[in-house]
């Protein structure tokens, strides 16, 4: 929390609230793991772009 390090994975919802984690990351189990390595690793993954996760404003 002190390091600004706090992330969920609602970066893509619907309007009516849908969290499409809970929808199709059982079946892409690769872009879970994808996004995690990238928050944990960043200098693995300079440039990459999320799937599920985003970073929350302090």
């Known amino acids: 929390l002190q390091k ?3 992330w969920n994975n609602d ?3 619907s309007p009516e609230g849908g969290n499409d ?3 199709s990351a ?3 189990p690769h872009l879970v793991l ?3 390595i990238a928050i944990f ?3 693995l993954m300079p440039n990459y772009k ?3 996760y985003k970073k ?3």
């Open 50 to 52: 999320f799937n599920y």
């Open 56 to 58: 929350l404003n302090e």
């Open 21 to 23: 984690y809970f929808e």
């Open 26 to 28: 059982v079946m892409n």
């Open 34 to 36: 994808s996004d995690l």
């Open 11 to 13: 970066l893509r919802c």
């Open 4 to 6: 600004g390090q706090v």
């Open 41 to 43: 690793h960043p200098e």
